[in-house]
């Protein structure tokens, strides 16, 4: 998704490298689209009467991902002027902030549920649990947040971490917990990669050798935590992917971060 700093713009264009991956054609947002349905789906609450708010929207990817969804009541924000102007031209509800942890303090107990996706990364490590806390205290009592974020024990982490020269930190399960509970969040669910499960046959078909190989790779990649970690480490609770995927729920009663 885009930049959003806890602190406010950043005095440089975004826009310039988001749109290497990412340009305003019908089939570019439909395809994206598609892509975060495919991984947001089975944490997604059904469409309801709340408002969803997505922080960091982009070009509003997201957006139309939940629109298409069924979800009606849907707001996002972002700091980058070009993609927000990119959003309207769309026709999608999308606010120009200054500061997003500002606008969210200001919106209190206001959203059913708020996504930030691609974003926390992106913000310096000493702002990230106080954008946190913020998204929470937006939440409603029972609300839920959806994010990802770098995942630093996939197969390429390095180059995942420094692909973006705005990226200040990557995370494992271990140090996006950290940082949610601080934020006052509970049942928070990080999914791991599960048992590894059995190689693809038939290898005379090209699609299916294609599938081996990629089984083969994060095997192998298995192994090695395993032999690293594996003393101290569930290692089903890792997660392979590129990003990890979280959510956490504000409580019904607020008491502050734990």
Avoid at 32 to 60: E, N, T, Y
Avoid at 183 to 212: C, T, V
Avoid at 225 to 254: C, K, Y
Wanted: glycine fraction near 8%; include cysteine; charged fraction near 20%.
């Amino acid at each position: 998704m885009a930049i959003t700093h806890g602190m406010g713009h950043a005095d440089f264009d975004y826009s310039n490298f988001y749109r290497e991956h990412h340009d305003e054609s019908e089939s570019h947002a439909a395809a994206h689209a598609a892509h975060i349905r495919s991984f947001l789906g089975p944490f997604l609450p059904p469409p309801g009467a709340g408002v969803v708010l997505d922080i960091g929207c982009g070009i509003g990817c997201a957006l139309v991902a939940l629109r298409s969804w069924g979800f009606t009541n849907i707001q996002g924000i972002d700091i980058n002027r070009e993609q927000v102007e990119s959003c309207k031209r769309r026709g999608l509800p999308v606010e120009l902030v200054e500061d997003s942890t500002l606008f969210l303090l200001e919106h209190a107990s206001e959203y059913e549920l708020i996504l930030i996706l691609d974003v926390l990364e992106h913000v310096p490590v000493s702002e990230q649990i106080r954008l946190m806390r913020a998204v929470c205290s937006a939440l409603k009592p029972g609300g839920r947040v959806i994010l990802t974020v770098p995942n630093a024990s996939s197969l390429v982490a390095a180059r995942w971490r420094y692909g973006d020269f705005t990226h200040c930190s990557t995370f494992t399960e271990h140090s996006l917990r950290f940082v949610l509970k601080n934020a006052g969040l509970e049942n928070i669910q990080i999914p791991g990669q599960g048992p590894l499960r059995r190689p693809p046959l038939r290898l005379w078909r090209r699609s299916r050798r294609a599938a081996f190989t990629r089984w083969l790779v994060r095997y192998l990649w298995r192994l090695v935590l395993t032999i690293e970690v594996g003393g101290f480490e569930r290692i089903e609770d890792i997660s392979l992917e590129l990003d990890l995927v979280a959510t956490g729920v504000r409580p019904a009663q607020q008491t502050g971060a734990e």
